[in-house]
């Protein structure tokens, strides 16, 4: 994982101000920010992430797919829908999560979260 964008180091450039718009300064809010990335701060949470930008998953799907627990999957899957970065669909009795379209919608680089804060590049 990299953060290629936002008040944090770029790739080894310190950060620039001057580069932010003035809307970027208004609409920025630091908690929230952490927020994200604090959800993200886990392996297993990136791997989910990771997966489900191809598409929604039920949990089982995604226990299957890592070779994780269904319990532990579960446990992340709720860490990242209270931090908003997944979603939840019901299709009769599952239940399948996706990744926020607003942070995909956002993206100029596939493979990768725009936060409005930061952008996060998951590709490997």
């Known amino acids: 994982?990299?953060?290629?964008?936002?008040?944090?180091?770029?790739?080894?450039?310190?950060?620039?101000p001057s580069k932010m718009s003035h809307k970027d300064?208004?609409?920025?809010d630091?908690?929230?920010?952490?927020?994200?990335?604090?959800?993200?701060?886990?392996?297993?949470?990136?791997?989910?992430?990771?997966?489900?930008q191809s598409g929604p998953l039920s949990v089982s799907d995604l226990a299957l797919l890592l070779?994780?627990?269904?319990?532990?999957i579960s446990h992340h899957l709720r860490v990242l829908f209270h931090?908003?970065?997944?979603t939840?669909?019901?299709?009769?009795k599952f239940i399948y999560y996706a990744v926020n379209k607003e942070f995909?919608?956002?993206?100029?680089?596939?493979?990768?979260?725009d936060f409005g804060c930061c952008k996060i590049d998951l590709r490997d």
Do not use: H, W
């Not at 630091?30 to 489900?52: E, F, H, T, W």
């Not at 070779?67 to 532990?72: D, G, H, M, R, V």
């Not at 931090?83 to 997944?86: E, G, P, Q, R, T």
């Not at 939840?88 to 009769?92: F, V």
């Open 67 to 72: 070779e994780i627990e269904l319990a532990n």
């Open 30 to 52: 630091p908690s929230l920010c952490a927020n994200y990335l604090k959800a993200l701060g886990d392996p297993v949470r990136l791997q989910i992430v990771r997966a489900l």
């Open 83 to 86: 931090a908003n970065i997944v």
């Open 25 to 28: 300064n208004l609409t920025e």
């Open 1 to 16: 994982m990299q953060i290629i964008q936002g008040r944090f180091k770029l790739a080894n450039e310190p950060f620039d």
């Open 88 to 92: 939840t669909e019901r299709d009769g």
């Open 104 to 113: 995909l919608n956002r993206r100029s680089v596939a493979k990768s979260l």
